[in-house]
């Protein structure tokens, strides 16, 4: 497998615009992970999926952010309109959920997209 | 949501020197990461603690599960410029992390 695939690597775009982040999770993943790293702030947990459905949004900055997985295979995390301090490198992650109950499992990440909004 | 924060933000040492660094948290986890990242890159798992007072060796690095699983330390002997990067502790009970330690090791 080539690892969790995030794309573009880089998106520069201007206030106002709308920008769309793509992931690919490993494959047979039942868990998909979105986090934003900034050096204020680290890196936080955004949202993440099972089975495709959203668990756990809390950390979803504002209503411009919004995320989908409409299949086991794809994911986005769109932020319109985008703000200069949205700027930051969005990663995806994937794991797979072990039988028993416990997160004892490793989260793949991809490489990242450096988001900077100008 | 169950907080975490590592200690020290920053370090830098020279190679050869040890050096440990932590996470603490007032919740309990059932399990604890750590990973790496180096620049450009995301986190790398580096191991899973379970089990309270738990220590796991992984070459030079060496990791301890506090008894009532609420913290825990990476200890690195002898520290290489290839250990430089940004140290993240997990916890799993929700796969949220802490600040993370930016350890610089200069030769």
């Known amino acids: 497998d080539a690892g969790v695939i995030q794309s573009p690597r880089h998106e520069v775009t201007e206030m106002g615009q709308e920008v769309t982040l793509r992931c690919k999770p490993i494959?047979?993943?039942?868990?998909l992970f979105w986090y934003r790293q900034t050096m204020m702030r680290g890196l936080e947990l955004l949202i993440y999926?099972?089975?495709?459905?959203?668990?756990?949004d809390s950390g979803m900055p504002e209503d411009r952010f919004s995320a989908k997985m409409p299949n086991a295979s794809f994911s986005t995390l769109k932020i319109q309109p985008s703000e200069p301090r949205d700027s930051a490198v969005y990663f995806c992650?994937?794991?797979?959920?072990?039988?028993?109950?416990?997160?004892?499992?490793?989260?793949?990440f991809g490489q990242g997209t450096r988001l900077t909004v100008v | 949501t169950q907080l975490l924060e590592q200690s020290p933000q920053f370090l830098s040492i020279q190679e050869g020197e040890n050096l440990t660094v932590y996470c603490n948290s007032s919740?309990?986890?059932?399990?604890l990461q750590w990973y790496r990242q180096e620049p450009g890159e995301g986190p790398v798992l580096l191991v899973t603690?379970?089990?309270?007072?738990e220590v796991k060796k992984l070459k030079r690095l060496t990791f301890q599960f506090g008894d009532a699983r609420k913290d825990s330390s990476l200890h690195i002997t002898a520290a290489q410029t290839g250990d430089t990067g940004l140290y993240l502790c997990?916890?799993?009970?929700?796969?949220?992390f802490g600040a993370g330690t930016r350890l610089t090791v200069k030769p």
């Open positions: 992650a994937s794991s797979h959920y072990p039988v028993g109950g416990h997160w004892n499992t490793e989260a793949f």
């Open positions: 494959s047979g993943h039942d868990y």
């Open positions: 999926f099972n089975n495709n459905v959203p668990i756990d």
């Open positions: 919740s309990v986890f059932s399990s």
């Open positions: 603690v379970v089990t309270g007072g």
């Open positions: 997990a916890g799993n009970n929700d796969m949220r």
